[in-house]
């Protein structure tokens, strides 16, 4: 069935796209009046929104961390983001998506500042396509931001694939499921220079040439999409002084 | 202990000022937030909301999908009512499954929608006995400063009014728009002081808890009241909280029309 | 097919009542020997057993309340006490009516005089027909009274329902399911004179007027019904004054 | 802290009295409380049973409905045998899904009639391999003052004497009485300082939870044994509870035949 | 059905073991790294490995008891140890096993030197057959020694059947789905003779007399099984001593 | 507390170790532990195998049936994986569903044998759309000594090798060998101290818990990754890495060529 689909005509994806287009973004940071730090996302048909709280007492109590603040974050999808409604609640693949994006943002917040203390990252996905962790984890990092959370830097993701021998920026849906490979990364940006690699997965099949040309992708991508996240904080900020 | 005595300075300045027949925002006893409504935004669901009272969101989501029906409604779709507190919208709601408060909520705004009977249900039969549409109508908290409720069923009524009935994704034929016929309206206040605030913000339900909601339907019909709260309610405030949550209605169901 | 049933005739209902009568009750207090206070009820072919166990330690002591008891509530429905078996384990509807039957009666418990300690009332029901929910909130309230727990007052409960354009109190089953609407009321009475509303919940479609009127019928049942509940706490008493 | 030191002394008090060959409400080792058994209360139940010994209160009710059976048995009806120790029951039993107690007292209790073949369970074929009857007992626990065990297992088979077989309700023919071909019965002892105590009351248990269950038929087979509590049996102890639960059984059963 | 087989012919068994017989068994003691103590352990088809660990401090907190050690056993068994996959995770009958287990070991563990300890035992089934209750048992009593935990003797646990009316030793499968009863044993043994009860469990339909039988036969078989056990112990000590 | 100095002590001199370019067990960085492994141990699996990396064991076993096909892959068997910590395995692992570690670890073995295609699930369907093998691959953690992921990995492919279809038990045909056609082979390396330490024990982990799993098909082709824990992975460790696990990879798979 997959061979009949054709993703790539003309040196262009089904959307019109170029190998190493992104789709549309839309960043808005500081939109919820509850957290601490806010921020609504849209990446292709990705619609999310991200909230951060903290750093706040730990609950339940004995969770607590004498010596750093523990980190949390929590990926869950509405049951009316995806075609079929999802039951709602965490599966499987949420409790890995939390997981590995935890790690990448704990690799940078300045934890050891609170110790004692929690920072809850909740995002939900609103309307979910391709590459919803990587929106996830952007928005997740303007939230942090808008909170004020101290970090070393940024973070900044987003996935490459492989589609018919050619690898894409940011798939959308329909390379998603029929792609060779999906590469979904984050990365460890300060000073608007990309450091290293925070979120790394993998799943398809790719050579090792490939693999690597892959991380020149992602990172040219990932500088777009940094200085977005940028000019959605940068506007926050600004509105708050023209208020005050 | 300091975020605790500033809750407790916060709660006499709230008290005092509705003692002065005042409301911490300025509105009126009677007044409602501003109202926002959109719809359709997300393309993923069959309908769909986001409403905006005062700083209290929430998007409701509507999913449907043909299932068996009711033994004892074999001719008749099916609604499905869920809500999620979820950790997002307030520092209080944890993740899990819903707890009583999310459960509480879903079944009043189910009830506000079942009993005006806002959806004709018997055109949602596709076969007797056999199959017919569930409507999965999925309320998500998205940032809660009070009354979301009263958010979450204007949220709902509004989405449904957006629905498309998916018949082409399942070869039943072609797409409809969901047919409704009322706007069931909930008006919830708070009873405090020997007074009724209509619409009551986060600040006003940290005096007390004590809530009244009041679902009425475009004839100005009762169809639902939920009393919320420990506390004990005089029957001259209900009767005045009758009146008042009809009028609100009225106002409220206008912009409904204009979805 | 609702049409075809017909609720009422000649003024009678299916059973017999007229619209203003209560279908027979039976309260006995104290008859369980654990419980601090306890409570078996019939009404209608609803049977109710209500046990309270407080004011005592709370469990799990992260609960407790350093200013007031804590009061608990817990509405639940044998497997064997409808027509289709159900499920062990509370359900939605279990929840919702937990909640407002608890909220009811801590309205008048006076829990700041027992700081740090909950009291816990437990209400099974054995065998369900309409109106269940009032059913349990008058044996809690008489298992309260039996087990000392200082009130402002009692509750007392019962529901009026819209059928065949007539509102009937205390309905039954088929009153219930095929009437128009369900009104389920509970009172604060003091010194033998209803106070206010304790517990209040409406679906169906009334007018304001008929809502009015529901108030007052559901005034005199709930005046009928507190009357056997005083009569149920008198007797128990006067049972163990004998046995002294 | 005082309460645990009331405990304390209760609990000398118990053993005490044993040790004088006496146990604390002046029943013999040998002598069970007082029963009584009503049938028949939840009309809504296919059969139903609540049996009193002493202060302990179970109720049990049996509700029926075709199913599809077991691969391994395509001609028999099943039985699902359930217990919940509702926290109305005992200050120590909490809300929540069956903990272990809960779970062997069901089992034990299901293991007596499934051995005694009390049921005759080829009569509840309705289409072999497709449809058989299923059987839920369902057992509440009312109040706790010891010995749970034998008042569930007593009021399982009293409220399945008692049970009629729903098959009109059902449309698969006329209602009939259920097949009941045994009576077994279920005795437990109390084994405390090289004692055997019959029927044990709470205050009996709070000095050790050595219990031993034995179930026979009328036939006086052992159908079914649990040893439960963390203890050492002697031997002979075993045998004497033997023959003393197979003369008790003959006694209970008695008050059973009058049901 | 059953009828059709015949469990025993010319006074043998479907193995050709005679009704005194019991299955191969193997034991071998401390075979893992992690745990205090441990025991892998076959009895005919039965496979099952033993962990202990312990005494160590109660995990959560509040379980733990101020005058003694507190004893968990865990009887669990793998998906795959059975003919139709099992779902992960306890049932009921897990739940019963584990519960006159523990006790059955509680009754000679040495509580009252560890107190605010727990003692966790961890038994899973690789591959099950009849009896997996008393092959874990046996492989839990090893693994306590191992362990070092001071115990009043050792466990030892076997059980018998009624089989076409013979009583039969340690049943297998088959004789365990068809016969006439199963009774599993566990004996106390000390200084190297059978002194009590610890586990008594039955089910089917025996006289008094069988029973009294049951239990000799069952004797027997647990003094065979106690020397497999000493043996097992004994050569992981040889061992441990060449190795130093 | 002594507890936790002790692990303090431990962990420095491991560290200390590493940046002297040394383990703590004498390997070097690209050494793996040694492995061993043994299949058909369990014969109610359709296949199992016993792995043990160093002290590191694992079991799995691989059971089968008939189920209903994916819709969109009507003619597809389908691989179900499940990984148990159990608490038998370490100290630190407790009882319960799979947490965020189990879950993980799981998902990362199954992606191997799914994208390197190394069973031909086409060979799996009995009848298009209606009903197709099931493949249930279950973990079973035994001792967990560091790299139980890559065991895991080794585990799941032996068993995979070793299994027998089970068409006769269900009557659908001769029982055949499960077709495997490629080796996946996951390699799991510590990154620490700018260092690449290949299969790391559980002393090492206690360091740092930075991982990065690569798994490689048959031609070297890469077909799953893993960066597991909270760290910050520099670009040339990650190629470095790469290199490695082709190269580790080679070698573990002759041996899983001879099992």
């Known amino acids: ?244 | 202990m300091n975020d605790d005595i500033l809750a407790e300075v916060r709660r006499d300045y709230v008290l005092s000022k509705i003692r002065d027949g005042e409301r911490v925002d300025g509105r009126k006893f009677d007044e409602m937030r501003k109202i926002e409504i959109q719809t359709g935004i997300i393309e993923k669901a069959e309908g769909s909301a986001l409403v905006k009272l005062g700083n209290t969101q929430v998007l409701v989501g509507v999913k449907m999908q043909p299932g068996e029906p009711f033994p004892d409604a074999p001719d008749k779709g099916i609604i499905i009512t869920n809500a999620e507190l979820v950790p997002l919208a307030s520092p209080t709601f944890e993740p899990g499954p819903p707890d009583e408060n999310a459960i509480e909520l879903a079944r009043v705004v189910d009830r506000g929608i079942r009993e005006s009977e806002a959806v004709d249900l018997e055109k949602l039969c596709i076969e007797e006995g056999e199959k017919v549409w569930l409507i999965f109508i999925d309320i998500w908290a998205l940032d809660d400063d009070g009354n979301l409720l009263d958010a979450s069923a204007l949220g709902a009524i509004a989405a449904l009014l957006n629905t498309i009935v998916p018949a082409e994704r399942f070869e039943i034929g072609d797409d409809f728009p969901l047919p409704v016929r009322d706007l069931p309206v909930a008006i919830t206040s708070l009873i405090v002081e020997n007074r009724i605030l209509v619409d009551p913000i986060k600040d006003e339900t940290s005096v007390a808890k004590n809530f009244l909601t009041i679902t009425t339907d475009s004839e100005d019909n009762i169809v639902a009241i939920q009393k919320s709260g420990s506390y004990l309610l005089p029957e001259e405030k209900f009767y005045e909280a009758i009146e008042l949550s009809i009028r609100k209605a009225r106002e409220v169901r206008k912009l409904l029309a204009e979805v």
Chains 1, 3, 5 share one sequence.
């Open chain 1, 1 to 244: 069935m997959q061979e009949e689909v054709k993703l790539i005509v003309d040196g262009r994806r089904l959307d019109g796209r170029l190998p190493d287009e992104l789709r549309p973004i839309k960043i808005e940071a500081g939109v919820l009046k509850n957290a601490d730090g806010s921020c609504y996302l849209e990446m292709g048909k990705n619609k999310v929104m991200a909230a951060v709280y903290g750093p706040r007492k730990v609950q339940p109590k004995h969770l607590a961390d004498p010596t750093q603040a523990i980190v949390r974050y929590r990926y869950n999808m509405a049951p009316f983001s995806v075609e079929e409604r999802k039951r709602p609640g965490p599966d499987r693949r949420s409790v890995e998506i939390s997981k590995v994006s935890r790690e990448a943002l704990e690799s940078i917040i300045m934890k050891e500042l609170f110790p004692r203390s929690s920072i809850d990252i909740f995002v939900e996905v609103l309307q979910a396509d391709a590459g919803s962790r990587t929106a996830c984890l952007n928005a997740a990092s303007v939230a942090l931001v808008d909170a004020g959370i101290p970090m070393k830097g940024i973070i900044t993701s987003v996935a490459v694939a492989k589609v018919e021998g050619v690898l894409v920026l940011d798939p959308m849906k329909e390379e998603d499921n029929y792609g060779e490979a999906d590469i979904p990364f984050a990365f460890f940006i300060r000073n608007g220079k990309i450091e290293s690699i925070a979120l790394l997965q993998m799943d398809g099949r790719v050579s090792k040439e490939e693999l690597l040309q892959a991380v020149e992708l992602a990172k040219k991508g990932a500088m777009e999409i940094y200085k977005l996240q940028r000019e959605a904080i940068m506007k926050k900020y600004k509105v708050e002084e023209v208020e005050e």
